[in-house]
Nanobody, 118 residues
C-alpha cells in the first residue's frame, strides 16, 4: 500500500552535513500516513529511532540527535526529510525510513548508507 524510497546518503567527513529524503508513494489513496520516522542500524545492533514526526508536525528525537538532526515533512508530497549536521563517525549506519498508516500498518524503506569519516 505504501512504498518508501530513501535518498541522500553518502560519505561525509566528520563535522559535515547530509540531508536524507524519504518519498512515500501510495497505491491506495484512502490510506493516510500518520507518522514518518527515521531509524538507523549498524551491524550487530538493533535498529534505533533517530527521529519521527506526525502529520501535524509534532517531532520526537533520540537524545543523542537533539540539536544536530532536524526532521521535517511535506505532507503534500508525502515526503520526510532528515537534516543531519555536525556528523560524527558514530553516526555511521544504514538509515531507514518508516511510515505508519491509520490502519495500523508500518512500512519501511530499503535503507540508505551514511558513512562519516574521521
Amino acid at each position: 500500500q505504501v512504498q518508501l524510497v530513501e535518498s541522500g546518503g553518502g560519505l561525509v567527513q566528520a563535522g559535515g552535513s547530509l540531508r536524507l529524503s524519504c518519498a512515500a508513494s501510495k497505491t491506495d489513496f484512502s490510506v493516510f500516513i500518520t507518522r514518518m520516522g527515521w531509524y538507523r542500524q549498524v551491524p550487530g545492533k538493533q535498529r534505533e529511532l533517530v527521529a519521527d514526526i506526525t502529520s501535524g508536525g509534532n517531532t520526537n528525537y533520540a537524545d543523542s540527535m537533539k540539536g544536530r538532526f532536524t526532521i521535517s515533512r511535506d505532507n503534500a508530497k508525502n515526503t520526510a526529510y532528515l537534516q543531519m549536521n555536525s556528523l560524527k563517525p558514530e553516526d555511521t549506519a544504514v538509515y531507514y525510513c518508516r511510515a505508519d498508516i491509520t490502519r495500523g500498518g508500518a512500512y519501511w524503506g530499503q535503507g540508505t548508507q551514511v558513512t562519516v569519516s574521521s
